[in-house]
């Protein structure tokens, strides 16, 4: 979808207001220790010769967006065009930057599946997520 173009690809209004879903992601991206969590991914990450051609931490915010808002991999791609704040959460940058499409999001999918990796970091952001 390079080349796509949307409303979003604008710049934000400087609105004191934040939509609840950016106050959302803001929280969870203070309190998830995104950097510690990326480490386990890592190993299995630099050996997918295919999927590396985003950051890590990149791609396992954007699964957590999946897994958090019941999202394809095919609906995330387009929120990530979309949504100022998923696009921010992801640290995705600017709206010049490639974007990941839904073959690049399902092959990072299926790398966490596959790797027994996907249900037990999960359940670390759940556990961290009741603490706070």
């Known amino acids: 979808m390079v080349g796509r173009r949307s409303l979003a690809m604008f710049k934000?209004?400087?609105?004191a207001k934040m939509s609840r879903k950016g106050a959302f992601l803001e929280i969870m991206n203070a309190?998830?220790?995104?950097?510690?969590?990326?480490a386990t991914i890592e190993p299995y990450y630099a050996n997918d010769q295919e999927g590396s051609s985003f950051e890590l931490e990149v791609m396992f915010r954007i699964y957590f967006l999946q897994h958090c808002f019941c999202l394809s991999d095919?609906?995330?791609?387009?929120?990530?065009?979309?949504?100022y704040a998923m696009r921010k959460f992801s640290k995705l940058g600017d709206w010049e930057?490639?974007?990941?499409?839904e073959v690049v999001?399902?092959?990072?999918?299926n790398l966490l599946?596959?790797?027994?990796?996907a249900k037990d970091l999960i359940e670390r952001i759940n556990t961290i997520v009741a603490q706070n």
């Open 74 to 83: 095919r609906d995330v791609e387009g929120e990530l065009y979309d949504s």
């Open 97 to 101: 930057q490639t974007t990941p499409d």
């Open 31 to 38: 309190i998830i220790p995104w950097k510690a969590l990326c």
């Open 113 to 117: 599946e596959a790797n027994g990796l």
């Open 12 to 15: 934000k209004p400087k609105s």
């Open 105 to 109: 999001i399902q092959r990072f999918r």
